[in-house]
């Protein structure tokens, strides 16, 4: 069944000893920050602050920080099964015969169940606040101690492509710059952003709708953060994940919809034109991300439940909660990248690569420059392009194993021939780019080469003791006495 809201998953979390109540006083301002880090560190609990320091909300901070919440979060055994959900519809054909078209129609129902519905009014309306409202009245994080003020971490940001008329909803850091008014993160290749260019080109306004729902059942929390094509609705995708349909309401003084069962809502507006210094901001690259211009979003309502939850987290020195929500991403991605290029075998990204500094890649490699050509399409596809450095190996290579992939692609290369720079867009928080958003990329060929790739040269097989000698020296071990512990 799906989870009806965050307070569901707080239950389911809670029911499995995965999530730890803090009842007493602590300080929003780095405190909350210290306890979540700490916790992730260590394998610990998702964190239910029940008295945060100057609110009277509760705080909830890494309910999806490992993979287990990850899997409690998408009602799934193993995300794996969401990878064979998404193949299954894939691969989905009309099949032959009476019988064959009859037992599709459960798949067929399971895909009227993804669109999400208009409802007249949800939890999130119990109270509207159009005038007395302060965003002081939440318990907003200041993360780390550089960062420029208090910061909102897992907004769902909604907006309006106005030239489709299609919605989209990013995750977008908030920073509060006053009672009303917050700055507005959404980086120049997120859709937001395509929003609002497309918005000051037409110029038929001054304003831009934009909507913030914080808190809201996992599966719509987390599709915020997918990296989906434009004007693919990430409720759609949500009502996929959750097998429900997501029930959106209207807002009260914007031309938009919200999950209404949202915790918290935000409505308000982006003055096209207006940009204000944000940032510093301690990132998930480990480091704190330059200040520089963004947007600013107006408040001009919060609506919420009557008691509301407060859910957000933190980013900074890996692994933290995003990279299990990066993780689950990289295992349901990996069908439909396949779908493009059959080619990928397995794909990871280390914690210490932050998603787009470093991708391992194995291949079934056909034809020669076959490394080089999955490295430019992935500089190709979607958020993809922001890979700073994508190793292609060989299919006989465990991409899951970073050991495995540094000693055999370190021995592999003739770094001058496998080593393929392209300059191209970067991700926004990459510091050491020569300007922001445009710089260099780094492919490495760690294939195994080939006569037809000009390799004239033998190439050597892995080390590997034969079957036979391990099974007798398994017996002489024993006899040794070797395989007892000391
Ligand atoms: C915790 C967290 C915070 C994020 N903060 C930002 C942010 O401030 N700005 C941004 O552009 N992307 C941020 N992202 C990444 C976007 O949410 C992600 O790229 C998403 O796919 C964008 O959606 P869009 O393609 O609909 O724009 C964040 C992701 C996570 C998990
Ligand atoms: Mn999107």
Aim: with cysteine; glycine share 6%.
């Amino acid at each position: 069944m799906a989870y009806g809201d965050l307070r569901d998953f707080v239950r389911a979390l809670e029911q499995r000893g995965e999530l730890k109540r803090i009842p007493f006083e602590v300080d929003p301002v780095l405190e909350i920050a210290e306890f979540a880090d700490r916790s992730v560190k260590s394998g610990g609990p998702a964190l239910l602050f029940e008295k945060p320091k100057g609110s009277s909300i509760p705080v909830l901070i890494n309910a999806f920080a490992s993979m287990r919440r990850m899997e409690t979060a998408l009602e799934v055994d193993s995300v794996e099964d969401v990878a064979r959900r998404i193949s299954e519809f894939l691969e989905m054909r009309m099949p032959e015969g009476l019988i064959g078209k009859l037992k599709m129609l459960p798949k067929l129902a399971e895909m009227g169940a993804v669109f999400p519905s208009i409802v007249s009014n949800g939890p999130c309306k119990e109270v509207i606040l159009r005038d007395n409202f302060s965003l002081f009245d939440l318990p907003i994080l200041k993360c780390w101690p550089q960062d420029a003020g208090r910061f909102i971490t897992l907004p769902m940001v909604f907006s309006r492509n106005p030239d489709t008329g299609k919605r989209n909803c990013g995750c977008y850091r908030l920073q509060v710059f006053d009672e009303r008014t917050t700055g507005m993160h959404w980086q120049t290749h997120k859709q937001g952003a395509e929003h609002y260019r497309r918005m000051r080109a037409a110029g038929t306004s001054k304003r831009m709708d934009v909507a913030v729902a914080i808190g809201a059942d996992p599966a719509t929390m987390y599709s915020a953060i997918l990296p989906l094509p434009p004007d693919l609705d990430e409720m759609m995708i949500a009502g996929f994940l959750r097998q429900k349909p997501v029930e959106m309401v209207k807002c009260e003084t914007c031309d938009l919809e919200v999950p209404a069962q949202s915790e918290i809502v935000l409505e308000g507006y982006v003055e096209l034109g207006e940009l204000r210094r944000e940032g510093p901001f301690g990132d998930h690259t480990g480091f704190y991300s330059l200040d520089d211009d963004y947007p600013v979003f107006h408040v001009t309502c919060i609506t919420h439940r009557k008691d509301p939850i407060y859910a957000t987290t933190i980013v900074g020195p890996p692994p933290m909660e995003d990279f299990y929500m990066g993780k689950a991403i990289e295992r349901i991605f990996l069908p439909l990248m396949r779908l493009q290029l059959p080619e990928i075998r397995d794909i990871a990204m280390p914690a210490e690569g932050i998603f787009h500094n470093l991708i391992l890649v194995a291949i079934r490699k056909s034809y020669p420059g076959h490394a080089r050509k999955v490295m430019h399409a992935i500089w190709g596809l979607g958020q993809a392009m922001f890979s700073k450095c994508i190793v292609v190996v060989d299919e006989d290579v465990n991409v899951q194993d970073t050991h495995e992939v540094a000693w055999k692609a370190l021995n592999n290369i003739d770094p001058e021939r496998d080593i393929q720079f392209v300059l191209g867009p970067v991700d926004s928080l990459d510091h050491s780019s020569r300007l922001a958003n445009y710089g260099s990329k780094m492919g490495i060929d760690a294939t195994r080469k080939w006569a037809t790739e000009g390799f004239n040269r033998p190439w050597p097989d892995v080390i590997r003791m034969s079957d036979e000698v391990r099974a007798r020296v398994d017996e002489l071990w024993k006899r040794a006495g070797l395989d007892v512990k000391i």
